[in-house]
């Protein structure tokens, strides 16, 4: 299997928490934009009329409590730098809001809070500088905002912490009982 650490992290961090939607009053803003007037309306990558019978199944389409309903999902059209980057598609449709990888997103921040550390055979291994508690310890993260990181040994073990690749140098460790 390959070294897919760095790439993980990098997504982790900077995406994949960031697009989740924890606020949703902001729906209420962008979703009846004027700007919409003249253009042609999609739902998700298809025009209405393409989707035939499949628009007559209850509860398909919501206008009804939308922000409430995707709180917790995630963003379904972010880019690099913009949750929710507007006129999107390859015909430029107001595509609006999906409530997109609710199973998948939550079920990928399982997996990297899970692999923030690993423990086997008396080796504890921390891959991610995030915060996790666990039988054997506890990582604490001050980051960006501090630049530390604390980890609380609840059980001996051989300790292993993954430097990123962005961090430039390590200045040092501290222990403390």
């Given at each position: 299997?390959?070294?897919?650490?760095?790439?993980?992290?990098?997504?982790?961090?900077?995406?994949?928490?960031?697009?989740?939607?924890?606020?949703?009053?902001?729906?209420?803003?962008?979703?009846?934009?004027?700007?919409?007037?003249?253009?042609?309306?999609?739902?998700?990558?298809?025009?209405?009329?393409?989707?035939?019978?499949?628009?007559?199944?209850?509860?398909?389409?919501?206008?009804?409590?939308?922000?409430?309903?995707?709180?917790?999902?995630?963003?379904?059209?972010?880019?690099?730098?913009?949750?929710?980057?507007?006129?999107?598609?390859?015909?430029?449709?107001?595509?609006?809001?999906?409530?997109?990888?609710?199973?998948?997103?939550?079920?990928?921040?399982?997996?990297?809070?899970?692999?923030?550390?690993?423990?086997?055979?008396?080796?504890?291994?921390?891959?991610?500088?995030?915060?996790?508690?666990?039988?054997?310890?506890?990582?604490?993260?001050?980051?960006?905002?501090?630049?530390?990181?604390?980890?609380?040994?609840?059980?001996?073990?051989?300790?292993?912490?993954?430097?990123?690749?962005?961090?430039?140098?390590?200045?040092?460790?501290?222990?403390a009982r």
């Open positions: 299997m390959g070294d897919y650490w760095e790439g993980i992290d990098r997504y982790v961090r900077n995406h994949s928490a960031e697009v989740q939607l924890p606020e949703t009053d902001w729906a209420y803003r962008v979703h009846d934009l004027g700007a919409a007037d003249g253009k042609e309306k999609g739902i998700g990558l298809f025009r209405p009329d393409d989707l035939g019978d499949l628009l007559r199944v209850p509860g398909l389409l919501v206008r009804e409590r939308v922000p409430g309903r995707i709180r917790g999902a995630f963003a379904t059209h972010a880019s690099v730098n913009d949750c929710y980057p507007g006129w999107t598609g390859a015909k430029g449709y107001r595509e609006g809001h999906g409530g997109c990888s609710t199973g998948n997103g939550t079920r990928a921040l399982c997996f990297a809070w899970r692999s923030i550390l690993t423990h086997k055979q008396n080796t504890l291994r921390v891959n991610f500088l995030l915060n996790r508690a666990s039988p054997w310890d506890d990582v604490e993260g001050h980051l960006p905002y501090m630049g530390t990181v604390d980890i609380r040994i609840k059980q001996p073990n051989r300790l292993l912490v993954r430097s990123p690749e962005w961090v430039a140098t390590c200045s040092g460790l501290t222990t």
